[in-house]
């Protein structure tokens, strides 16, 4: 881990790991591959932020931030596109496989 | 995060995740996901390739552990246990909660070398077709 040792400052520049390890798990569950992609690019941008600005890279430490910052938002965005899909095919899903043998003798119906 | 925001998003994260907990329950006990015909959605990722990801199995899981199945609900995917419990740490971690926990267990918690090691391995080894790994593949 790149946690800093025990005196020295602390990084300034948040890795937003907590967050993108949940949306990257969660992503998984819902839609699969799509989202969990830019949570993986997220993760790996995060995880350098603290070792960069322990080493002294400052510059570096807030553009990884900036960049795990951004990719998180999109591995979000897609969990949340994600849960849509699932709700949406859910109740589309749902109404042919509750009502399907109705709807077929409605349509016989119809064509009589 | 301040500690009153951090609360109030707490909160908010809290009554979400306990209606979609609620929801899901709900949906579970009337549905089960392995008949066929389900309106419960697969996975597109198997759908496409044949091949398992990470979270395949995770609905039946649910399923069987809502229906008290834990036998069932290990055999089809033996990460929703740990997920049950690691995501919820993460989420107060996130808001910038301290775990009262051993720092080794928080470091890994945020680590991205376990969670990236650990999805992709899980990912490439429940794909493999001879035991132990077979184990690993819903069902």
Excluded at chain 1, 85 to 94: A, D, K, P, T
Excluded at chain 2, 83 to 111: D, E, H, N, W
Excluded at chain 2, 132 to 138: Q, Y
């Amino acid at each position: 881990m790149n946690q800093p040792s025990a005196g020295a400052p602390a990084s300034p520049y948040p890795n937003y790991l907590a967050w993108s390890i949940t949306v990257t798990v969660l992503t998984f569950c819902l839609c699969c591959m799509v989202g969990s992609i830019p949570g993986i690019v997220a993760i790996v941008y995060g995880s350098q932020v603290n070792g960069k600005f322990a080493s002294g890279d400052e510059a570096g430490a807030r553009r990884a931030s900036e960049n795990a910052k951004i990719w998180t938002w999109v591995c979000t965005g897609l969990a949340v596109l994600g849960l849509i899909w699932m709700i949406v095919s859910f109740f589309i899903n749902g109404a042919s496989f509750l009502y399907g043998d109705a709807l077929q003798e409605f349509q016989r119906m119809q064509t009589r | 995060m301040k500690p009153g925001s951090r609360h109030l998003a707490l909160a908010a994260t809290a009554a979400a995740s306990s209606a979609a907990a609620a929801a899901g329950v709900w949906v579970l006990r009337r549905f089960d996901p392995s008949v066929a015909g389900s309106p419960l959605p697969g996975c597109l990722f198997y759908e496409f390739t044949g091949l398992y990801c990470p979270g395949c199995g995770m609905t039946r899981a649910l399923h069987a552990l809502v229906h008290g199945d834990l036998a069932q609900m290990m055999a089809m995917n033996p990460l929703l246990p740990l997920l049950m419990i690691a995501v919820p740490l993460l989420v107060l971690q996130g808001f910038g909660y301290r775990l009262p926990l051993p720092k080794a267990v928080v470091a890994t918690l945020i680590s991205a070398k376990f969670w990236i090691g650990l999805l992709l391995g899980f990912w490439l080894l429940r794909n493999l077709p001879w035991w132990p790994f077979a184990w690993l593949a819903p069902g």
